[in-house]
Structures are given as structure tokens and as C-alpha cells.
């Protein structure tokens, strides 16, 4: 059974494929955490808690006359406020006395197949029940009444589990939430390191690496988005931890919003991780009889190194993720003319995009920003989502046929939670922004944040895009989204409930994204932040790939697909071929194909050279799509620790096929280098496609692979296909 209660010993033990969780019940119903890492095989671990005799002569207790216990410095599962344990806590509830000491116990459990859904949030889900085995506690304080159940489902098929939590109030009076983590893991030592993934625009997810000190450390968002700045991922590993070896613990947070993970060190060596939505700027009053659901936090294991931690990541997204047909089906190979017309395209030349594209092989023209209103710069119109039929000459609809006419799909951009100061919608209802009485609002690129938390407001936006989406025959849908949120206050709410404008923001905008995959289950959604500034396993559950940044320089671009591919996978990472110079085609080409792949640019400018390179690149689009989207990803070199070199591969679940590629960023130093391969089959010969060479997997993954006939200058690139014989 993956979860188990030991009744003698009152303990809880979840195992999943490769890790095993457990925690005890203690007495007076403290839930006591004993271990997390490899899986093991006993539930006798209770010689862990032995702590609180050694933490201070006078352990600090509550209704326990028991010396060796003290919450202060015992691991603990949901930790509360300002009661006994004094290290950042998990749950915080302002009661009618004013103040928020919260102390929770345990009270009761169930364990069931499957795993249930969270009521208005993206979650991880399960295709049948048994995928995947649910552990529900119930804690009660004692003083207040209030109620918490928290969830813990574990995915049996993968060293997997998640983490979330339901606050009741059954008391009959309102309480005020003013902190809830959704995942608390205490261990016993602080001997590691810890990732995580810092950007900013042009700049996004960036691997940082540093060893946990006395200084509590975390990453935090409080601008409404999970933010360029920093993603909600963050893995405490071992300090030898590397991609092949080593113990990492990955936490990603399934939300798009406000969020904080930390590491706290207690004054006797053992570390606190907390993840949840950034208690900054939150509060929630909970009226008597309701609840407030915390949105989950998905932690893998991984006994074997990064690398296995992140495939462990993009298998379980794939299948307990990303939802519906594209989860998949073969993605439309795409060109959008951004990068190359910015606002400044009619619907003429967008045809002949399309019709250069056709004879490319191409499957898809998005036209993106500059549709609609009267926007032909970024200072107007979002909101008024009507379209420019002189700019398109004609109807939507009539220029859609005109690009399906060459047999191609269409898809089209919006930006549906923001207004432009310059537009109708902002004229007529100023209000139905996001602002702050008496305050003026910060501008940024021209434009406010809708107040999503409104229903009239998300109504009326909907209703404007299922027009367009149910008139025209529309593809895919790039959903933008440009600046952050700043003056937060909702006009919709009371003053007290100001402070939940935050949450309530961002679960409006689910319920939109889910009001569209549900009217239309076919539509394929990109998500898209100023380039890659909301990229998180929310978004990723409505939208299968997400545009990764607006930089795509080639070389630029390598560390970014790196440091997303931590726990995203290639099927979610939004990359194209674009007009950029520190390149040439087939290197830019080589690179983007680790993601979704498609075109950023003119296709009127390519020369007959050209147009091979990119017909050859649509040929191997097909080719590899299997291998790069359901097979595992190897990190071989990885730019932040090689300045000469970046490679990787992809592997066939059944190593039978794998795809190597590799880029020169700058000359190397070596003149002779091998790469060594992994994930192969030791035991099978692979033939590799361009020269018919056949050599073992021993020997590609011990010897590795000569790579002194490949180009060594700046830009170069090459590819590699093996097939097992
Ligand atoms: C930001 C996106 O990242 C770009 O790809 C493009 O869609 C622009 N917005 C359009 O305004």
C-alpha cells in the first residue's frame, strides 16, 4: 500500500516509487515529521523525534510533561503561530480576540484512492484512481475551533507527491487568515545546497546555486504573477549533488500568483522549507461555515541527481498536468510575426507570411499583437477587443480564409486581463481596474491590470473573446500578459477584504482560462508574460506551452531552456527561430527544437539557402518530435558551468533513439573534447543517421563521442541521431 497508518505507532507512511514521507502522530496530537528521501522500507523511526532533550534545559511545551519533546526544534508537519514553535510557521489565523496564536492537532484521517480536485485551482489530476492514493488529516486548535485538512496525494509511478491545504471554519464567528503554507518539510540536518531559478525580462530562469547558511533564505513574488523574477521552483539538494548524483528535493508551486518558498536554519542545525502564497499583502476573512483552499506545492524526489529529479518533473506533467488533446497530439509547428512586424502588418502581407510559410512545410501563422482597436503602438486598446478590419481589409473571418485558403491554421494573440488607459473600456468604466482609493495608479507600457476579481469584468471580457473564438475558425490562442500589479486594492470588495484582492485576482483569471478549455476543448493555448514572466505549473495547466522569453538570441537563450528545464518540459517551452545574428539557421534551429519550435520572423526575407535549411528543420521537426517530447531529457553540459560548450539529449522511454545536440558558445579552450552520452542502453548498438557509424552504448556514455570534427567557433552546432540497431 503506498500509504500506510501504523496503528501501534501511530505513524503515516507514504512511499512512492522511489522516496518514502513520514511523519507521527505524537502525543497530544502533534504531527511529528520523521523522514523524507529514499524509500525505505521500515516505519520504526520514531528514535528521530529524541531532539528536544538536547534542545535547552527548558523545553518549551504545551499540555506534554515530556522533556524530550519541544515543538521549537522538533520536526514538524504543520506547524502553527506563536505557539510553542517559533520558526516560520505554516498556517496563521486572526481569531475574534484579536490575536493569531494557532495551534493545530490532530483529530482524525482518511486515506482513499485517487485524489480529489481543488475547488477553483489548477492541480495536479489523475486519469484513474489508481494513479495516484490521497492521506486527508484533519487538525483542529483546540481554543479557536478552527479546522484545517491537509492533503497529501503520492503518485505511486513516479517519486512524486503534493501538498495542499484546506482551512474550515466551523466556529460560528469570522476568523482572518493571515498565512498558509501549503507545504512545511523539516529535516534534521543543513548540510545543503539550494537551487533556484532568478530572471527578469529577457532574462528568465536563471539557475542560482548556494549553500543554505544561518541567514534564512527564499524567493518571493509579490507583483500578482509568479514573475520573471523569480519562478516557484526551488530544490534543496546535497552539496555534492550534481546531475547524475546526489540527493535533490524539487518543490514546484501550482499558482500563478504572489508566493514564497524559505529555508530557516533553527539555533540546532535542522532546516525549514515553507512554500505558499506570500503572506505579504494577504488576508482572507473566513466567514463561519466556509473554507479557504491553498493552492498545492508538487515535491519530487530524486536519489540519483538533478537530472532524474527533472524528468521525474516532466513525466508526471505530462501526464498529471498538462490536460486534453495536447497533452499528446503533434503541436501545429507555428510562424508569428512579432518579432518580425511588431503592430506594423496588414493583412495582406500577414498572407504572404502565410503563403512563404506553406511552402515551407509550416503548419500554423499566429498574428499577434496589433489586431483590434485602434492599436498600432502599445499605447491603446486592450480591452476593446473589436477587430481592425481596415488594418486586416476586411472582416476576421474573411482573412482567416484567406490564410486557410493555403491550408494552414490560424491562431491569435490577447492580452485579456489588462486595459489601455487609451481605450473605450478604460473611458467607460475607470473603476473596473485594479487600484487603490485616492491613489494614483502606476502605468506601465501604457496600461492598467483588469480587476479579474470582479465577475462583471471577467464576463465582459469573455464575452468579447468567445465572440471572436466562436465566429472564426481560431487554432490557438497566445494569452499575454504585460506588466505586474501595483496600488492593489479591488473596487468590488469591502475595506476589510481589501487584502484578498491579490488571490482572488488570480483565481479570476483561472476561471476564465477555464471557461475557455472547457467552451473549446480543441483551442491550443500559449501562455506568454512579457516573453516568459508567468511561466509555473498554473499557467501550464491551462496553456500546454508557454512562450519561455523574448530573448531569442540563440546563445542567450541556452541558459534560460537550461534553467527551465529544471522541472518544466520540452513540450511546455515556448522557443522559435528567429531573425537574431549571433547565429546562423541551423544552430538557432538546433536550439529552438528542444522546445515547441517555430518562427519569429519574415519569411519574404529568406534566400533559396535559407529556405532549405528551413525545409530540412520542418522535416526534422516530425522526425524528432517523439523522442524530444516524450522522451527524457539529459543535461550534458550545462552553460552556467561550461563557458565553451552546451549540450544535451533526448532519450526514447525505450532507448532505442536519441537525439544529441551540442552548441559552441565560445571557442573552446580543449582542442579535443568527447562527450560523453546518457540514459542509452549499455548492452545496444547504435547506429548513428548522417554517417552510418555504429558504436555501443558503453562506449558512447564511457568513452563518449569525438567531437573534433564538429565546427568549434562561436555559434557552431551539431545534432546527432541514434537509432538502436
Ligand atoms: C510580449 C510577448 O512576449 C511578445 O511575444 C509579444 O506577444 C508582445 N508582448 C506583444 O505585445
Same mark, same amino acid.
Given at each position: 500500500m503506498p500509504v500506510i497508518f501504523?496503528?501501534?505507532?501511530k505513524i503515516f507512511k507514504l512511499d512512492s516509487a522511489g522516496s518514502s514521507y513520514i511523519f507521527e502522530v505524537y502525543e497530544q496530537g502533534y504531527l511529528v515529521h520523521l523522514y523524507y528521501g529514499a524509500k525505505i522500507?521500515?516505519?520504526?523511526?520514531?528514535?528521530?523525534?529524541?531532539?528536544g532533550f538536547f534542545a535547552s534545559e527548558c523545553p518549551m511545551n504545551i499540555?506534554?510533561?515530556?522533556?524530550?519533546?519541544s515543538p521549537d526544534v522538533s520536526p514538524l508537519e504543520f506547524s502553527g503561530e506563536?505557539?510553542?514553535?517559533? #520558526?516560520? &510557521?505554516t498556517i496563521a489565523v486572526r481569531n475574534q480576540d484579536g490575536n493569531n496564536v494557532t495551534d493545530m492537532r490532530y483529530v482524525s484521517h482518511k486515506i482513499y484512492p485517487g485524489k480529489p480536485a481543488l475547488e477553483g485551482l489548477p492541480a495536479l489530476y489523475v486519469?484513474?484512481?489508481?494513479e495516484a492514493t490521497t492521506l486527508e488529516v484533519l487538525v483542529r486548535?483546540?481554543?479557536?475551533?478552527v479546522e484545517a485538512i491537509l492533503y497529501y496525494t503520492v503518485f505511486?509511478?513516479?517519486s512524486a507527491m503534493t501538498r495542499s491545504v484546506k482551512v474550515i471554519n466551523p466556529t460560528g464567528s469570522e476568523v482572518y487568515l493571515e498565512r498558509v503554507m501549503s507545504s512545511c518539510v523539516d529535516w534534521d540536518t543543513h548540510d545543503f545546497d539550494m537551487i533556484t531559478l532568478y530572471g527578469k525580462?529577457?532574462?528568465?530562469r536563471s539557475l542560482e546555486r548556494a549553500p543554505l547558511t544561518h541567514i534564512k533564505q527564499g524567493i518571493a513574488s509579490? #507583483?500578482? &504573477?509568479?514573475?520573471?523574477?523569480?519562478?516557484p521552483f526551488a530544490a534543496i539538494v546535497d552539496?555534492?549533488?550534481n546531475e547524475d548524483y546526489g540527493s535533490a528535493y524539487g518543490f514546484n508551486f501550482v499558482y500563478s500568483g504572489n508566493f514564497i518558498f524559505e529555508a530557516e536554519i533553527d539555533p540546532f542545525a535542522g532546516t525549514r522549507t515553507v512554500m505558499g502564497?506570500?503572506?505579504?499583502?494577504f488576508e482572507w476573512t473566513l466567514g463561519s461555515g466556509e473554507s479557504f483552499t491553498a493552492p498545492e506545492v508538487v515535491m519530487v524526489y530524486s536519489g540519483r541527481g538533478l537530472g532524474e529529479m527533472s524528468r521525474t518533473f516532466h513525466r508526471l506533467y505530462m501526464t498529471h498536468?498538462?490536460?486534453?488533446?495536447?497533452?499528446?497530439a503533434v503541436r501545429p509547428l507555428l510562424i508569428n510575426n512579432w518579432e518580425a512586424t511588431g503592430m506594423d502588418f496588414t493583412g495582406d502581407k500577414l498572407v504572404t507570411f502565410a503563403e512563404r510559410a506553406k511552402e515551407l512545410g509550416i503548419d500554423m501563422l499566429v498574428m499577434d499583437?496589433?489586431?483590434?482597436?485602434?492599436?498600432?503602438?502599445?499605447?491603446?486598446?486592450?480591452?476593446?477587443?473589436?477587430?481592425?478590419e481596415e488594418k486586416l481589409g476586411g472582416p476576421l473571418s474573411g482573412f482567416i480564409d484567406r490564410i486557410k485558403a493555403f491550408g494552414l491554421k490560424f491562431g491569435i494573440w490577447f492580452e485579456p486581463e489588462m486595459v489601455s488607459r487609451d481605450s473605450d473600456l478604460y473611458r467607460a468604466h475607470?473603476?473596473?481596474?485594479?487600484h487603490v482609493p485616492r491613489r494614483e495608479k502606476s502605468i506601465s507600457r501604457s496600461q492598467y491590470v483588469l480587476d479579474f476579481s470582479r465577475e462583471e469584468v471577467r464576463d465582459y471580457i469573455y464575452s468579447l473573446m468567445h465572440g471572436i473564438l466562436s465566429e472564426n475558425h481560431i487554432d490557438y490562442v497566445k494569452w499575454d500578459f504585460n506588466r505586474y500589479l501595483s496600488e492593489v486594492g479591488s473596487a468590488g470588495l469591502p475595506a476589510s477584504r481589501q487584502k484578498e484582492t491579490f488571490h482572488r485576482y488570480v483565481l479570476g483569471t483561472y476561471d476564465i482560462l477555464n471557461r475557455l478549455t472547457s467552451d473549446f476543448p480543441d483551442l491550443l493555448l500559449e501562455g506568454c508574460a512579457s516573453g516568459?514572466?508567468?511561466?509555473d505549473p498554473g499557467m501550464l495547466y491551462y496553456s500546454?506551452?508557454?512562450?519561455?522569453?523574448?530573448?531569442?538570441d540563440p546563445i542567450e537563450r541556452l541558459s534560460i531552456q537550461f534553467g527551465t528545464s529544471m522541472c518544466y518540459p520540452a513540450s511546455s517551452m515556448g522557443a522559435h527561430v528567429s531573425a537574431?545574428?549571433?547565429?546562423g539557421y541551423e544552430t538557432k534551429g538546433n536550439i529552438a527544437l528542444w522546445g515547441t519550435f517555430g518562427y519569429e520572423l519574415?519569411?519574404?526575407?529568406?534566400t533559396e539557402d535559407d529556405k532549405e535549411i528551413i525545409r530540412a528543420q520542418v522535416n526534422e521537426y516530425h522526425k524528432y518530435y517523439d523522442v524530444i517530447h516524450e522522451g527524457d531529457l539529459y543535461r550534458l553540459i550545462t552553460p552556467d558551468k561550461n563557458d565553451f560548450r552546451a549540450a544535451w539529449m533526448f532519450v526514447s522511454r525505450d532507448r532505442q533513439a536519441a537525439l544529441v545536440t551540442s552548441v559552441v558558445m565560445r571557442t573552446p579552450e580543449d582542442r579535443s573534447f568527447y562527450l560523453k552520452l546518457k540514459g542509452?542502453?549499455?548492452?545496444k548498438y547504435y547506429v548513428e543517421?548522417?554517417?552510418g557509424e555504429v558504436y555501443s552504448g558503453a562506449l558512447l556514455m564511457n568513452a563518449g563521442l569525438c567531437l573534433n570534427k564538429y565546427g568549434n567557433a562561436d555559434g557552431d552546432s551539431f545534432k546527432l541521431y541514434l537509432r538502436s540497431l
Open positions: 501504523d496503528e501501534e505507532r522500507p521500515d516505519t520504526n523511526v520514531g528514535g528521530f523525534i529524541d531532539k499540555n506534554i510533561d515530556n522533556p524530550r519533546f506563536g505557539s510553542g514553535d517559533l #520558526r516560520s &510557521s486519469n484513474d484512481d489508481s486548535d483546540s481554543v479557536t475551533g505511486e509511478r513516479f525580462w529577457l532574462k528568465e509579490k #507583483r500578482g &504573477s509568479s514573475s520573471h523574477h523569480h519562478n552539496h555534492d549533488c502564497i506570500n503572506p505579504e499583502g498536468l498538462v490536460r486534453g488533446k495536447w497533452a499528446h499583437d496589433g489586431w483590434f482597436g485602434r492599436r498600432d503602438d502599445d499605447t491603446s486598446s486592450l480591452g476593446d477587443w473589436f477587430v481592425n475607470p473603476d473596473w481596474c485594479i516568459g514572466g508567468r511561466f500546454p506551452q508557454i512562450w519561455c522569453s523574448d530573448n531569442t537574431s545574428r549571433r547565429a519574415d519569411p519574404n526575407t529568406f542509452l542502453d549499455p548492452d543517421d548522417e554517417s
